[in-house]
């Protein structure tokens, strides 16, 4: 063969290639809504900055007519490429070739580009959209998700890793995606289970459709398995962009930092923010929204657990987490589901070095036997782990309610706050005034003339003592009481003091909570 006899033949193998699963497979693929592997790849990186490696990698498998297949790239396209000018790697499987489904070589190439990606120092996208182990190469595509999951795991807490899921996602094989950092799904393209429908209803008799199982409604309000959805494949990949722009290529590097304008006419806002009944809820998401960067909230499970709000934001142009109850939501007390969300993101925003806000008006945990018996303690306590290991500058307010046990757990000096603020408003007590009066003044209100007088100037007397934060910061555990609108110019003040906090070099990974 001439040079130019190869390089033809090169062209003619990449054209065979980038077919993907041939010209009908495309066709459903787009009847249903869906991209294929490559298109979808354009859209989440940089315009032309994707670098395809492996692309002709073959399957070695011979079984059940297998040894003449091809299945162009096997199944998986993978590489890395610019978002917003910074390298990330990215695998996406494409369903049009063998329906994305998983061998020995599909993993080998996911696992090629794991690898580079932490030698890199580099994040992982996976786009998902697969029919799970590919059924004619038995054991050996089993050791490929096992490989992944090992990866996954290692890589952990090390380099961001994100998960998008476009198609199916089945079997063992949801295990990936939940080992990673985020997961956003597509909605009415997208299911995640262990057991499909079929299985659901020969184990167990129950019939239940493949999206109420496992959709992406499902999993951003249930389960709490994926943290975002979107209405279409270009939403998703704009959400992966997005989520990535909050934190750094790797652990110990620095999120970018991004320009801002100060909105100085809205903190005046906080000053009527608090109801004077204290027993009135208000949306801790106005808080948030005046406390951050404009238009810099993005929000992280905002259908579950919705009783606390995960969120990252900037203020000054520095990344941060937010972690805030909310009052709106079962008065914002803190249940399992609430517990196991907040340790999951601190325990991120620890990994990847992103400051902590911490907006507290929390009334206790949740109290009753469901609670109890589903194990509280045990989930709680990760609350009070994560926030106590956690070396990331962190910053708390307490608006209203801090009472008890959950007082410390939304991050008190004793867990290691950098800095507590408190607004006048602040009531930091072991418990509600009611509940306190009903107690240490048992006696007193029983013995009166008129209990239900006496019960109420009690519960009077207890709130001024110390429904107030003036007990705290006597004690210093409260760093300062100020004025609500004056907490956007403190934090500011505390970030910048903090932002080269020393951490120790240990590696944190971010296991599933
Ligand atoms: C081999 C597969 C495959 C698989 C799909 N294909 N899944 N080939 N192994 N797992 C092939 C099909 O044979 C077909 O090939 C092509 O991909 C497209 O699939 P269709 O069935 O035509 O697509 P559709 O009708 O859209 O149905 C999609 C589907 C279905 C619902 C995902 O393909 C399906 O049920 N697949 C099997 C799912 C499954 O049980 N997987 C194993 C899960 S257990 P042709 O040649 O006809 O185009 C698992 C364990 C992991 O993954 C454990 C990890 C620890």
Same mark, same amino acid.
């Given at each position: 063969m001439t040079t130019a006899e190869k390089l033809a033949q090169l062209d003619a193998h990449s054209a065979r290639v980038l077919r993907c699963g041939g010209p009908k497979a495309v066709e459903k693929q787009h009847a249903l809504g869906k991209r294929t592997a490559r298109e979808r790849i354009e859209l989440l990186m940089d315009t032309g900055t994707f670098t395809e490696v492996d692309r002709f990698v073959r399957h070695r498998c011979t079984s059940f007519g297998m040894g003449d297949k091809d299945i162009p790239a096997d199944g998986v396209v993978t590489g890395y490429g610019k978002i917003d000018g910074r390298t990330v790697f990215v695998y996406a499987q494409d369903f049009t070739a063998q329906g994305g489904s998983l061998g020995e070589m599909h993993a080998a190439k996911i696992c090629k580009i794991m690898d580079m990606a932490l030698e890199a120092g580099c994040p992982v996208v996976g786009l998902c959209d697969s029919g799970g182990a590919r059924i004619q190469e038995a054991v050996d595509a089993l050791s490929g998700y096992g490989q992944i999951f090992y990866r996954n795991a290692c890589s952990s807490g090390r380099i961001p890793q994100v998960s998008v899921i476009m198609g199916p996602c089945a079997g063992g094989a949801v295990y990936s995606p939940a080992l990673t950092d985020l997961i956003v799904m597509v909605e009415k393209e997208s299911q995640m289970f262990i057991t499909g429908p079929a299985v659901v209803a020969a184990t167990t008799g129950e019939e239940i459709s493949a999206e109420d199982l496992g959709g992406a409604d499902t999993h951003t309000t249930m389960s709490g398995v994926a943290h975002l959805s979107a209405r279409s494949e270009e939403e998703a990949l704009g959400a992966v962009r997005c989520l990535l722009s909050y934190l750094p290529s790797k652990a110990g590097a620095r999120p970018p930092l991004m320009d801002f304008t100060e909105h100085e006419e809205l903190q005046p806002l906080l000053d009527t923010v608090?109801? =004077? =009944?204290?027993s009135l809820p208000y949306d801790m998401h106005d808080v948030v929204r005046i406390l951050l960067d404009e238009d810099s909230v993005m929000e992280l499970q905002p259908y579950y657990a919705d009783n606390i709000i995960t969120c990252f934001g900037r203020l000054g142009g520095h990344s941060v987490g937010v972690i805030a109850n909310q009052p709106f939501s079962m008065g914002g007390s803190l249940d399992i589901n609430a517990s196991d969300k907040a340790a999951r993101f601190i325990q991120l925003c620890d990994a990847f070095g992103i400051p902590l806000i911490n907006l507290v008006d929390v009334p206790g945990f949740l109290p009753g036997a469901d609670q109890e018996h589903a194990g509280i303690i045990r989930h709680g306590a990760k609350l009070l782990y994560v926030y106590s290991v956690a070396e990331v500058p962190k910053l708390t307010v307490v608006l209203r309610k801090a009472y008890g046990g959950s007082y410390l757990a939304m991050c008190s000096k004793d867990l290691g706050a950098d800095f507590v603020y408190a607004w006048p408003t602040a009531e930091i007590a072991v418990m509600g005034a009611a509940g306190a009066a009903n107690v240490v003044f048992r006696k007193e209100i029983q013995a009166a003339e008129d209990p239900k007088a006496a019960r109420r100037e009690k519960i009077q007397l207890y709130s001024e003592q110390f429904a107030t934060p003036y007990m705290a910061a006597s004690r210093g555990f409260v760093d300062l009481v100020i004025r609500p609108s004056e907490t956007r110019a403190r934090l500011l003040e505390a970030l910048e003091l903090l932002i080269n906090k020393e951490r120790q070099p240990h590696p944190r990974g971010n296991m599933p909570l």
């Open positions: 608090i109801p =004077d =009944d204290s």
